[in-house]
């Protein structure tokens, strides 16, 4: 099988005719396409009517709001890559871009197609998760907005309702300067991660101001190490203190276990992705 | 004329020349068998089974044939006048699979065609497929061959005696008594797990019957046109005047496209009964699930050496998972005996003894697969001669050059009975260790802590250009030997080269137009090789079993060099000369120093359509067929180096470098030839890193998508230094020895050689391929566990 069923095709211009097609007992968005066709195509999916957003170009933008920077739906993987404002605020994306499938996909994929669909290995899903964004979420009832914690429920499964369509995420920038790095494995080069780890680091007076550690692909969602920000938060900021705080990256939830990782691999690689990221986070923001 | 000009004849073979097929593949101008379109053309799609191994109690269809747009809904019944497609072996007790196109009563692997469904869309074809209810009545499964092997385990096929469908012993010597005296032996349990060849392009059908002229033309990515149009013709009792079978262009097919597959038969023959054209393209998840397998052997291996490190002898007990049915035409026996047969490798191990035994299980049929029998075969030899280096603490290198017969001793004949002409086996080690700077290796090995390091090397010979005296696959009773190869120049001056083989990525439009423009004196572009088409070609039966160049090669020389004397005849009455004093060259006819010179098409011209310029008995027709059979083969030898380069933390592994140094003999297009290996080795990264299908133990396919079988990409392949080496010639044709499978016999075995020098102070050992992160992870765990233990 692999060819979809029949399906409506509905193209529209606006945010607002999107949010009337999408008013439909079994509607579908389909921004870069790179992961619902395939669905399609293996008939895991059948909807009866796509709603393509891709002539809706005000979902294409990046910009500076008041207090971070806004990230439109419809930003392709490669465009973030590179684009400046985020190189400015949050040069981890275009790193963490580089380990996204490969050119053409990163061509075609967006920044909400890649988090509505939820993959648990998925890059976006852990850089939101780490960078505290915002989740812009637009329906017939208006505007709304989630949480990462919120959003993502379990693999594959979001907050969102089938007629409301993501417009966007906001990033709050730090607040001070701080360091980012992202270290990721996988088997081969674009594949899913088999582990990612995304750090944020700020530090004020020899001390760690903040520090952030996110993790994809362990778990049923990517996840934000609490225990171990929490644990370094005040401490010196040392190479030593981290490496110290490293037990703390594994939280206390159940591993993936699958064809490619054991949950016992996969948890070997949690402490040596986190450590690795976190130096070289700490690095940056104490260059 | 005693002061001729010297004329120096440009020579074609042995030159980089370029690909005459890329302008024309590079730039999507290729027309393989999905971009056919004919008028009134319908889709097949094909319901497989879901049940590794279950009865059919009943279809329904009735919903399918009611969907708008379906033409018609085929099961087994339909199909009764088609008999089962059986591969008959010469094998003592070898026991015959009986596979009918779509399966009857009985289902025997995830994959098998169950339904055939034609319709005016391949989507509508798909919506009925998804209305039609098989009903299954399960039945008891023995998924590992292990299992299956055992007397007391279900039978797959209720008419055969027993899953075991052959097994064949080899002697040479007195291998026991060789074990039991000797100094020192070394065992190992190894295992290739299956692997599916996954070229780019899937396999597709176009089946055509022009019902005036009851001709059926049959377009199919197949590399074997000549034995599919052999089959079919059987099956559907159809003459070759009457069915032909067009290759077009094929987009690879590693062995995967190189067997009879029943969708073949469905096509041909509902275009007859529709009497409309009917296409098939397979999907990737058919591709995965019921395109041949291979590999899937485990070996059991000693091999026993002196103080000196001198090889006596070598025992090895070998399980082949060979699948639901056995394949067309190879049959079972493809894979499993060939690991026997070339176990012994290019050393002289005097002793020698195997058991090898092909067992039937639910899961899709093996075939060929680059390299058939010798990647597994290597793999298990290659890491017996490296743990008998640990042991002796001599360098691998070392004791490879220590064994590898000499050039002295060819003709060798290995204790399985393969004969080994004369190849450079030491000379290709040699070049192989001096590319790489071995001592430089081992010291930044030492040194390094942030990486394992590790390096690899394999050895191995392999028969190419197999001709008639040798079963390509042990025990099928069908002549491989021979390739014919037509050259003709027409009245216009054009030069065609017909053959039956069929490329499909050997750029065989390329070497054997070289072939012909160096023997006939034209330039290489001047040549169209025609092959791929049983309507066009003389007998023969395709390209696989690097035999293309060899035996092709061959005909290509000896008809073009025939047809070379026949136009220096016609062009001596021309000039008033003497045959020998004619030359050709760049596409022109000549007497050196003189004014006589002619072109090709005037010559044509003077021959087909002049009345009055040449007599009439010298109008000779410039057209020679040629057939060529080597009788029995040729080798070719190798060397792979591979650099490993391993992250202690993560297990990451990387190909840092890689390194194969081949004697093909006479080099047709260095170019060519070093394109061949870089795929072949590409392949055997795959097949050593990372490429798995998986079943559960119910039988179900758990990689069925290329999300989970993973291929390798370019970022997982190394650049490839490849050095030629060029022994003493074989006794053929052209000088050439085959090599299109070489690079995926060598690089497994050299990779994991590596992998296992890289973790070796860790205990842990590679015994089964492919080696991922993850299995390392789980083998350090285990072994630290031990050591924990101890
Ligand atoms: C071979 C391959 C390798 C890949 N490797 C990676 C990888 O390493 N890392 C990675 O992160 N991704 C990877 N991907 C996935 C890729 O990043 C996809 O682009 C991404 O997951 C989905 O984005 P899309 O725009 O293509 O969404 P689509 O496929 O169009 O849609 C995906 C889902 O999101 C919904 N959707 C899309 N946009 C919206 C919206 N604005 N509001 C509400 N719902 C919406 C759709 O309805 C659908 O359910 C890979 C894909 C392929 C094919």
Known sequence: MMKPVAFEYVRPETLAEAVTALDHDDARIIAGGQSLLPMMNFRLVQPERLVDINRITELERIERTKTGLRIGALTRHANAARDPLLAEHFPIVAEAMGHVAHVAIRNRGTVAGSLCHADPSAEWPLLVTLLDGEIEILGSDGHRSAEPSEFFLAPLVTDIEEQELVTGVHLPLPAGPSGMAFEEVAQRAGDFAVVAAGAMVRVENDTFAEVRLGLGGVFDTSVRARALEGALTGQRARAEELEAALPLAIEDLEPNDDLHASADYRLSLVPVLARRALIRALHRATQ | ?790
């Open chain 2, 1 to 790: 004329m005693t002061d001729a000009t010297p004329f120096t004849r440009p020579k074609y073979v042995g030159t980089p020349v370029r690909r005459l097929e890329d302008p024309r593949l590079l730039t999507g101008r290729g027309r393989y068998a999905a971009d056919i379109q004919l008028p009134r053309m319908v889709h097949l799609a094909i319901v497989r089974s879901d049940q590794a191994h279950a009865r059919i109690i009943g279809i329904d269809t009735d919903e399918a044939r009611a969907l708008p747009g379906v033409i018609g809904v085929f099961s087994a019944a339909d199909f009764a006048h088609v008999p089962d497609i059986r591969a008959p072996s010469r094998m003592p007790n070898y026991q015959a699979t009986s596979c009918p196109v779509l399966a009857r009563d009985v289902v025997r692997y995830v994959g098998e065609p169950v339904v055939a469904i034609v319709a005016v869309s391949r989507y509508i074809a798909e919506d009925a497929a998804a209305l039609i209810d098989v009903d299954y009545d399960p039945l008891d499964v023995a998924v590992a061959a292990r299992e299956a092997s055992d007397p007391a385990a279900p039978r797959l096929h209720e008419e055969l005696e027993s899953n075991t469908v052959f097994t064949r012993r080899f002697s040479a010597g007195d291998c026991a008594a060789a074990m039991d005296a000797a100094a020192n032996t070394v065992s190992g349990q190894f295992r290739l797990t299956r692997k599916t060849s996954m070229s780019t392009e899937p396999r597709a059908y176009v089946a055509e019957h022009d019902v005036g002229k009851d001709v059926l033309t049959l377009y199919g990515s197949t590399n074997v046109p000549g034995i599919v149009r052999d089959a079919i013709g059987r099956l559907l009792e159809l003459g070759g005047n009457r069915f032909h079978v067009v290759a077009p262009d094929v987009g690879g097919s590693f062995g995967g496209k190189g067997s009879l597959y029943p969708e073949e038969v469905i096509v041909s023959d509902l275009a007859r009964r529709l009497e409309r054209p009917v296409k098939y393209v397979a999907d990737r998840m058919e591709e995965l699930t019921s395109g041949s397998q291979a590999f899937g052997e485990e070996v059991e291996a000693t091999l026993a050496f002196d103080d000196d490190g001198r090889f006596i002898a070598l025992d090895a007990d070998i399980l082949g998972d060979v699948g639901a049915y056995s394949i067309y035409p190879w049959t079972a026996a493809l894979e499993p005996v060939q690991v026997a047969g070339f176990m012994p490798g290019p050393y002289r191990i005097p002793h020698f003894s195997a058991t090898v035994r092909g067992v039937c299980t639910p899961k899709p049929p093996t075939g060929p697969y680059r390299g058939v029998g010798r990647p597994m075969a290597v793999f298990a030899l290659e890491r017996l001669v490296d743990k008998a280096a640990s042991r002796l603490g001599i360098p691998p290198a070392e004791l490879r050059r220590r064994n590898l017969v000499n050039a002295e001793e060819f003709p060798h004949r290995t204790g399985s009975g393969i004969v080994w002409d004369r190849s450079g086996f030491q000379e290709c080690l040699a070049a192989a260790c001096s590319a790489v700077d071995l001592t430089a290796l081992q010291a930044e090995k030492a040194r390094r802590t942030d990486k394992w390091v590790g390096v690899g090397v394999a050895s191995y010979a392999e028969l190419t250009g197999i001709g008639s005296r040798i079963s390509v696959a042990p025990g099928m009773p069908m002549n491989t030997g021979a390739e014919t190869a037509a050259v003709r120049i027409d009245s216009t001056g054009a030069v065609s080269a017909v053959f039956a083989l069929a490329s499909h990525g050997q750029s065989l439009e390329t070497t054997l137009a070289q072939i012909v423009a160096e023997e006939l004196g034209v330039r290489p572009r001047d040549v169209a090789v025609v092959q791929g088409d049983t309507a066009l070609a003389p007998h023969g039966t395709g390209t696989y079993a690097s035999r293309s160049a060899v035996i092709g090669g061959g005909a290509a020389t000896k008809a073009a060099r025939a047809l070379a004397v026949k136009v220096k005849r016609v062009a001596a009455t021309l000039f008033g000369v003497d045959p020998s004093d004619v030359q050709t060259g760049n596409g022109d006819i000549f007497v050196p120093g003189t004014n006589h010179s002619i072109d090709f098409p005037e010559l044509a011209r003077l021959v087909y359509s002049d009345m009055s310029t040449l007599p009439q008995e010298a109008r000779e027709t410039l057209e020679v067929q040629e057939t060529y059979d080597p009788v029995f083969g040729t080798t070719t030898s190798s060397t792979h180096v591979a650099v490993v380069e391993i992250d202690p933390e993560t297990l990451h592994t990387s190909l840092r470098q890689l390194v194969v140094s081949e004697d093909c003999g006479k080099l047709i297009n260095p170019m060519v030839v070093e394109g061949q290996v870089h795929g072949g080795v590409a392949q055997g990264i795959g097949v050593a890193l990372l490429e798995e299908l998986k079943f559960d133990d119910a039988g179900q396919p758990i990689t069925a998508t290329l999300a989970d079988y993973l291929v390798p990409t370019s970022a997982e392949v190394p650049d490839i230094d490849v050095v030629h080496v060029e022994t003493e010639l074989p006794d053929n044709p052209g000088g050439f020895r085959g090599m299109g499978e070489g690079g995926t016999i060598g690089a497994p075995a050299a990779i994991a050689n590596a992998v296992a020098d890289a973790v070796a102070h860790l205990g842990v050992e590679v015994n089964s391929l492919p080696i991922t992160p993850n299995k390392l992870h789980a083998l350090i765990a285990a072994a630290s566990r031990q050591e924990g233990q101890e």
